[in-house]
């Protein structure tokens, strides 16, 4: 249909759309309905449900893809932060040092283990872990630094290792955001110590349930990981270590294996959704009232998330608006770990991480998933257009369509079409 814009021009207009979910895990999965439904068949005949065949045959696809000796599946991304955790041996009485602006696993698996979270501020632009205050805030306790690669970019690596290795700790990557994000061409998990991903739905890879794995280029730490997800076993009904039971389901890793060779493909649709967002805010003249998330030039973004941030009280009142026009949003994280209840004893004052404190009161996630459509993106940013009376975006020509399409239609990096890696998201949106 055609209408006259906001403005009162007679532009050609779309009439937005009555509804965007924040997901659609119904189109994944109906583009590979057959596939999936043989490959669980294919594992109910076999009787081989925990650890079997199709867990090995993911584990070593997914370290081909990944550029990493080791991928070590289990039953979490929960589970892998701790079972990392477990591999070096932190202990009650260790500081580990964390960002505060991230879901709750990244601190729980740390207080798991009797062992204390440090909380880190973050760069207020890139929401993630603040090399300077990492380095303020290191102690002779310090035992490992957790770096989260949140929302699908790569925590500035750069600058963190170095502090690592100086006090010879080591680093365990949070990437459960982020599989395929890269840093200087290398793919995260194969950048500190150990990897940590996770395979829930919500996820760029994302599986029927819960599930996750860990990678690591090190023998000696993939041997231990390997052993502690078996409670320790080795061989059966002998324990060396006290372990846990972390098993991936056969299940999950068959569906996983059918959707590994697609995540490529998808984190480019990623890619090219968040540049259209970008054009599209731009030629809503929307760029002075929220702030848009910036892409990360020594590395590949995979945009877990699209998040604006949404300054002068703006926030909670726009969600409500795009609430009530059949927009859906998420808050990630409205309140930081280092004020939730369950972190009082840690110490940690309002004030004390004033980038964090104010990303929680603006940051608002936009749908970002690859079967997003134009129409739907040019919905979302017409309802924040409409919230601040503005007008909204034009429609583009099917030329034109195409030829943004064709421009942010991004190759895989060099070395992923090397190995021929080819291979979304959440009701607990974490």
Known sequence: MIRTTLDGSNAPQAELLPSVGLLALDRQYAALQEELLAAIRRVCDSGRFVLGPDVEELEGELARTLGVPHAIGCASGSDALLLALMAVDIEPGDEVLLPSYTFFATASAVTRLGATPVFVDIDPETYLLDPTDLLRKMSPRSRAIIPVHLFGRTADMDAILPIAEHAGIPVIEDAAQSILSTWHGRCTGGLGDIGCFSFYPTKNLGGFGDGGFVTTTRDDLAERLRLLRVHGMEPRYYHQVVGINSRLDSIQ?????????????????????????????????????????????????????????????????????????????????????????????????????????????????????PELTHDEQRTVVGRIAEFFELPLPPVASDAQGQQQNADTGLQPPRFLRRINAVGRADDVRC
């Open 253 to 369: 890793a068959a569906v996983l294996r059918v959707k590994l060779p697609h995540l490529d493909t998808w984190t480019s649709q990623r890619q090219a959704n968040a540049a259209r967002y970008t054009e599209l805010f731009r030629q809503a003249d929307l760029e002075g009232r929220i702030v848009l998330p910036s892409d990360e030039p020594r590395g590949r973004h995979v945009w877990n998330q699209f998040v604006i941030r949404v300054p002068g009280g703006h926030r909670d009142n726009l969600r409500t608006h795009l609430r009530e026009r059949g927009v859906a949003t998420e808050i990630y994280y409205p309140v930081p770990l280092h004020m939730q209840q369950c972190f009082r004893y840690v110490g940690c004052e309002q004030g004390s991480l004033p980038a964090t404190e104010q990303a929680a009161l603006e940051t608002l996630a936009l749908p970002i998933y």
